[in-house]
């Protein structure tokens, strides 16, 4: 039997990396592992869809119990990985994908690389310009200034790519899709 794909997608604030797990969940069964999180959401974001929400207390709990596969504190929010939503859908055989940024990835890359169990997977999604990413965070509903401040960001961003094994430029969705899913070898 196939070990299961733990598939690690980064890519820039707004270049579709949520759209794209949900469509590799929605099409090709994975199970989407969402971080959780203390900062609260932001108003185009769902509970347990792009990230789990919870409060400072539970969290602090979380990581005394050893629940969380890893945790960070950034700007004051603290962001971690629950250990068993990962671990349960992967001991069941499952495909899983997680949408983390280059510490998450460096953090599971550490475990999960040289891993007997699990096919470690490492994938960058990248907009095909900075255009198009101005206008799918704008069409989002972020605030002008948050655009602003995304768009410097992912200009930086960007730099981690060549660290990733491999890169695809998120134009068309189904496209995209089709691309990763001929890279894990899901089709031909
Ligand atoms: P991220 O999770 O990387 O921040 P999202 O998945 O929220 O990005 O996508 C940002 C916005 O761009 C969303 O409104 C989404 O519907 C849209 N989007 C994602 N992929 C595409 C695509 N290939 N073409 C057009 N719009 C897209």
């Given at each position: 039997m196939r070990r299961p794909i733990l598939l690690v997608i980064s890519a820039p604030s707004g270049a579709g990396k949520t759209t794209?797990?949900?469509?590799?969940?929605?099409?090709?069964?994975?199970?989407?592992?969402?971080?959780?999180?203390?900062?609260?959401?932001?108003?185009?974001e769902r509970d347990g869809v792009d990230y789990l929400f919870t409060d400072e207390a539970?969290?602090?709990?979380?990581?005394?119990?050893?629940?969380l596969f890893e945790w960070a504190e950034i700007y004051g929010n603290l962001y971690g990985i629950p250990k068993?939503?990962?671990?349960?859908?992967?001991?069941?055989?499952?495909?899983?994908?997680l949408t983390v940024d280059v510490n998450?990835?460096?953090?599971l890359e550490r475990v999960f690389a040289d891993s007997d169990e699990v096919e470690f997977r490492?994938?960058?999604?990248?907009?095909?310009?900075?255009?198009?990413?101005?206008?799918?965070?704008?069409?989002?509903?972020d605030p002008p200034d948050v655009v602003e401040r995304r768009l410097k960001k992912a200009a930086k961003?960007?730099?981690?790519?060549?660290?990733?094994?491999?890169?695809?430029?998120?134009?068309?969705?189904?496209r995209a899709v089709d691309e990763i899913a001929r890279i894990l070898g899901l089709r031909r």
């Amino acid at each position: 039997m196939r070990r299961p794909i733990l598939l690690v997608i980064s890519a820039p604030s707004g270049a579709g990396k949520t759209t794209v797990a949900r469509r590799l969940a929605e099409d090709y069964g994975f199970v989407h592992v969402v971080t959780a999180t203390t900062r609260p959401p932001r108003p185009h974001e769902r509970d347990g869809v792009d990230y789990l929400f919870t409060d400072e207390a539970t969290f602090r709990r979380w990581i005394e119990e050893g629940n969380l596969f890893e945790w960070a504190e950034i700007y004051g929010n603290l962001y971690g990985i629950p250990k068993e939503n990962l671990y349960r859908p992967l001991r069941e055989g499952r495909n899983v994908v997680l949408t983390v940024d280059v510490n998450g990835k460096r953090a599971l890359e550490r475990v999960f690389a040289d891993s007997d169990e699990v096919e470690f997977r490492t994938i960058f999604l990248v907009p095909p310009s900075l255009e198009v990413l101005r206008e799918r965070l704008m069409r989002r509903g972020d605030p002008p200034d948050v655009v602003e401040r995304r768009l410097k960001k992912a200009a930086k961003e960007m730099e981690y790519a060549s660290e990733y094994q491999h890169v695809v430029i998120n134009d068309d969705l189904n496209r995209a899709v089709d691309e990763i899913a001929r890279i894990l070898g899901l089709r031909r």
